[in-house]
């Protein structure tokens, strides 16, 4: 028994562990939602992330531990986004013809995203810093971030609210849409939804649903970066003006 | 599959350069992926072990979050006290953006075909 500690203290410190236990959790986690029939509540993700979060919590290992074994799954996040060109380009041909339809809903998702965030919590009696840390929570990270900071807000609960965020869309976007009576051939709208409102965590569950959805989910994710960066300086300004 | 993980970096790089030189606000890899667009518009196709590459790590995107959303753990004390209301703020404001961005799309499209169908 002893022994058995002492090796799980040396593995521990090593990258190795943490990386096979990302790999092993999201694959058992994904068959799991599988065998389930496609739960949206046990969103592999969702599971994943519950899961070692239990496991550091239980093994007392902190987070930079954690995360240089992790980082070599969490560099490829790069690469990804740039392979998301591919897809897109399979779409290429309905592009122009969905120019208009898809910057109306861009925008009308966009100012949903910031200033449903921004109302609700204020009703709630959220602090003024934490509502500024919400407003950008629809975007990915490196940009959410960088928003948060210029307008006041606290990049790191930015942080957090985004990968939340990418949870709760991947999690209940599906669900809701088939109630609103989107079917399996509306990958179109089901994918570009996911994307504006629930960034990267959105798109891969896109991809879950289909290639097409993925590829508006891509769209809409690089799109509402570039908005939501314009956008929330200006509504954090009317904002100030109105508290 | 060599030659695609080195275009894929390579356009990562050249975004990521493009980024710092030009101050842009959005992140590296968004600006490589749409120079990697623009590149493919060029050629006119995607070459096959492209498509099989980019296509292989896009089917296990979601796996590539989970070291972002282990990252919670780091910050618990951030929501101490207040995570209930923002869970409520997050579901509320996430749902309402996803049927609002999806029902205006479906809107758009059926006023340009002027004629049923989402």
């Given amino acids: 028994m002893s022994e058995l500690f002492e090796i799980w203290v040396y593995l521990a410190e090593r990258p190795l562990v943490w990386l096979t236990l990302t790999v092993l959790m999201y694959w058992a986690a994904h068959r799991l939602y599988l065998q389930c029939n496609e739960l949206a509540l046990l969103n592999p993700v969702l599971i994943a992330v519950v899961a070692l979060v239990g496991i550091l919590i239980v093994t007392d290992t902190d987070y930079g531990t954690y995360f240089e074994g992790a980082q070599f799954v969490h560099f490829l996040l790069g690469p990804a986004t740039v392979a998301l060109a591919v897809p897109l380009y399979g779409q290429a041909h309905r592009l122009r013809r969905m120019g208009l339809p898809l910057a109306v809903a861009l925008i009308a998702g966009s100012v949903t995203a910031v200033v449903s965030a921004l109302g609700i919590g204020w009703l709630l009696g959220l602090e003024p810093d934490v509502l500024r840390s919400l407003m950008p929570k629809s975007v990915t990270t490196p940009v959410a971030m960088g928003i948060s900071e210029k307008i006041g807000g606290l990049p790191s609960l930015t942080a957090v609210l985004v990968i939340l965020t990418g949870i709760t869309g991947a999690v209940f976007a599906m669900p809701l849409l088939h109630l609103l009576g989107y079917g399996p051939e509306d990958a179109t709208a089901k994918g570009f939804a996911l994307g504006v409102s629930a960034h990267g965590i959105g798109t891969a569950r896109a991809f879950q649903h289909s290639e097409e959805a993925g590829a508006f989910a891509g769209l809409g994710m690089g799109l509402n970066a570039l908005l939501t960066a314009l956008l929330v300086p200006v509504i954090n300004a009317l904002f100030m003006l109105a508290w | ?118």
């Fill in chain 2, 1 to 118: 599959m060599i030659g695609t993980i080195a275009l894929l970096l390579g356009f990562q790089l050249t975004g990521e350069a493009a980024v710092r030189l030009l101050d842009l606000p959005v992140p590296g890899p968004v600006v490589g992926m749409v120079m990697l667009f623009a590149a493919l518009a060029i050629r006119g196709a995607v070459p096959d072990e492209v498509s099989t590459v980019a296509n292989g790590l896009l089917a296990h995107l979601a796996l590539l979050f989970v070291p972002a959303g282990v990252g919670i753990i780091a910050h618990t004390d951030r929501l101490e006290g207040i995570w209930p209301i923002l869970l409520v703020v997050l579901i509320a404001s996430t749902l309402m953006a996803v049927a609002v961005t999806a029902v205006t799309l479906s809107a758009m499209r059926r006023l340009q075909q002027g004629r049923g169908g989402k």
